[in-house]
Structure formats: C-alpha cells, structure tokens
C-alpha cells in the first residue's frame, strides 16, 4: 500500500515584548520542542520545513505533513520562551496550499 503525504501550511504570529527575534532562533526553539515531544522518529517523519518568516511583523510560514500538522500545532503551543524571552506562539491561519498560505501573508503583512 502506498501512503501519500499532504503539505499542510500553517501561518504563525509571535507575540512577544523582545524586539529581536530571528528566524534562527524561532527555527531552533520548534526543533528542539518539537524533538522533545515525539523523538527523532516523530520529527522525521513530521517533514517540518520553515519557508518564511518576517521577523519585523513576527510572522512565519511552515510546512508539515497533514499526518504531523497537530503535533505541530501543539508544539507551537507549548513553547513559551526563546533566549530567555517570555513568547507566546500563535497559530493564525492552517492552509493545504503553498498560494493561499502566501496570499494570508501578504495580506497580513500589507496591513501591518
């Protein structure tokens, strides 16, 4: 049987006092969590790909597989500091298509 993998995209906000926050760090801080929570087997198999993140709106695009896209969600959820900064990770917006998931952030980033 051959099982087939969607791409989920799902737009994220951060909400923090810091002003600093970079891609790497956000990055890093999923990773780990995200490693914590299911192993290394879970990780591999989520299929995580960071594709943007806007680090003057605090605003970030990632891939996953729709088989991980709840894992992800409560991963997101759960991380509560980067570098020692107090943070709240804020899924917006859940999306199958790479165009629409785009065209949410643009959105988003016009108004801003």
Not at 6 to 16: A, E, T, W
Not at 48 to 74: A, P, W
Request: glycine fraction near 4%.
């Amino acid at each position: 049987m051959i099982t087939t993998y969607r791409d989920r995209y799902i737009i994220f906000r951060i909400l923090s006092k810091s002003i600093n926050i970079s891609f790497k760090m956000v990055k890093d801080a999923v990773w780990d969590k995200f490693q914590l929570l299911y192993g290394l087997d879970g990780t591999t198999t989520a299929g995580l790909y960071f594709e943007k993140f806007d680090e003057q709106n605090k605003i970030g695009l990632v891939r996953c597989s729709h088989i991980s896209l709840t894992m992800l969600l409560v991963t997101l959820t759960i991380i509560t500091k980067i570098d020692e900064s107090e943070i709240l990770i804020y899924p917006e917006y859940v999306t199958g298509t790479i165009r629409k998931a785009n065209k949410y952030l643009l959105k988003v980033i016009e108004t801003n």
